[in-house]
């Protein structure tokens, strides 16, 4: 088999031929001789064919945008020009395989846009005319290319983001792209030619690169769950039936404390596939942390089955949590909330000593606060009485919030029938003893 010298590899004979004449070098290398000997503002008109090797079908099957890609950089490579699509490929309708892309010289004054006015430097632009058709047969597994380029101006400056500026973006995906930013100029990375987009747009990449493992969104969430076992969190639970979807996992923070309260809280059809989300807080002295979550749909079935189906896949993601050591304590005055409750599932029967050790340690806490707001009562009772109205209305001014909570506390108090689930109920009102209905 012939041999190019110039750029070293054994070839077919077809390879050495061009516009019909045979080459002592392949005709991908007189091409690009052929624009590297042209002076600069000469002309530039090319066509030619191209021929597809067995590997290259295989792996493109009968995509014609990825030929026409693998095309786009050769030509780059060779001539060192940036090419931008102009129009999706325009496929045949008769024929699989078979259509034509176009592009435009990226320099091309065609396809200049107006822009915001900012301190960007702009590209510059040429009436460059630069144009590229090719029409691509993949069943005959060949293509026509036609280049034409009326000004062989100066190159585009590469504004490819730098391969260290990469891999400091892929070391610190938890900075938001702001303070990525930030974090590459302290370190005195020259960010001149670096836009906040580019920044951006790798940030985003490299955070899919390590969540994303697969195209279906329930296996990629699976997978990774399995992944991250070593970081303590942990996929418990797992359903996956024609009418629901459910994952659960736990983070860290289940067994770093005992919970002494827990809160479920749930939002809905926030993520995609109409999933409802609900996160388990556990409660340490008043302060919540994130324990685990279940993500979950039902929209799949019928509405009058949702409600069960959703039980069900709750009660399994409680017990899940149980069986994991999420062991709550819980004063009598929650024993209302929690009967008919999925969540009841994770609350143990009472340990009397327990829960009375709990309701005394409660109380100590609370009763400093609880006599000090008396005070405060008694307080703005006496100045109302004197009238000093100013002083009054400063104070309630800044009780906003705890008119808000007492509105809420009145309207539970005067609910004819109460709910079985925790849905709609405010923190304050989700322990409400109910004696007084």
């Known amino acids: 088999m012939p041999f190019c010298t110039s750029c070293s590899r054994t070839l077919s004979s077809e390879e050495f031929i061009y516009e019909s004449k045979i080459y002592k070098t392949c005709a991908r290398s007189t091409i690009a001789n052929t624009i590297d000997n042209l002076e600069n503002h000469s002309k530039l008109s090319l066509a030619f064919g191209i021929r597809f090797d067995e590997v290259t079908l295989n792996t ?64 510059t ?15 005959l597994a060949e293509a026509k290319v036609f280049l034409k380029h009326e000004i062989l101006h100066e190159k585009p400056i590469d504004i490819a983001m730098p391969p260290e500026v990469k891999q400091e973006i892929e070391k610190n995906l938890n900075l938001s792209p702001t303070d990525l930013r930030t974090h590459l100029r302290i370190r005195n990375f020259d960010l001149s030619k670096i836009t906040y987009k580019q920044i951006h747009y790798w940030w985003s990449y490299y955070t899919q690169q390590f969540y994303k493992n697969d195209e279906n969104h ?22 996956d039936t024609d009418s629901t979807t459910a994952i659960g996992f736990t983070t860290s923070l289940l067994l770093a404390s005992h919970y002494t309260e827990i809160h479920c809280d749930a939002t809905y059809r926030t993520a995609k596939g109409r999933f409802e989300l609900y996160g388990i807080v556990g409660n340490v002295e008043g ?40 062991n709550p304590i819980v004063s009598e005055n929650n024993e209302d909330y929690t009967i ?61 919030r705890a ?35």
């Open 218 to 239: 329930i296996i990629s969430a699976c997978k990774f769950f399995e992944q991250q076992q070593e970081n303590n969190c942990n996929l418990c639970f797992h359903l």
């Open 60 to 123: 493109v099957g009968t995509d014609v945008k990825a030929i026409a890609t693998l095309i786009i950089d050769e030509i780059e490579s060779g001539d060192e020009y940036h090419w931008t699509a102009t129009t999706a490929p325009n496929l045949s309708a008769r024929y699989y395989g078979v259509g034509n892309a176009y592009y435009a010289c990226s320099q091309n004054q065609e396809l200049e846009r107006e822009y915001k006015d900012s301190n960007r430097k702009r590209i």
């Open 403 to 437: 008119f808000t909570i007492l509105s809420d506390i009145e309207k539970e108090k005067n609910k004819k029938l109460r709910g079985t689930t925790w849905r709609g109920s405010k923190p304050w009102t989700i322990y409400l003893n109910n004696s007084e209905k």
């Open 340 to 400: 008919n409750n999925p969540i009841n599932n994770i609350v143990e029967p009472y340990d009397t000593n327990k829960s009375y050790e709990h309701i005394a340690a409660t109380r100590q806490r609370l009763e400093p606060k609880v006599a000090a707001l008396q005070r405060l009562v008694d307080h703005v009772n006496e100045e109302f009485s004197a009238n000093n109205l100013q002083h009054v209305e400063a104070i309630i001014n800044n009780l906003d």
């Open 125 to 139: 632009r040429f009436n460059c005319c630069g144009k590229i058709s090719i029409k691509i047969d993949i069943p």
């Open 287 to 326: 302060t919540g942390f994130p324990v685990a979550y279940l993500i979950l749909d039902t929209t799949k079935s019928n509405n009058l089955n949702q409600e069960g189906l959703r039980t069900e896949a709750l009660i399994g993601f409680f017990c899940a949590l149980r069986d994991r050591g999420l």
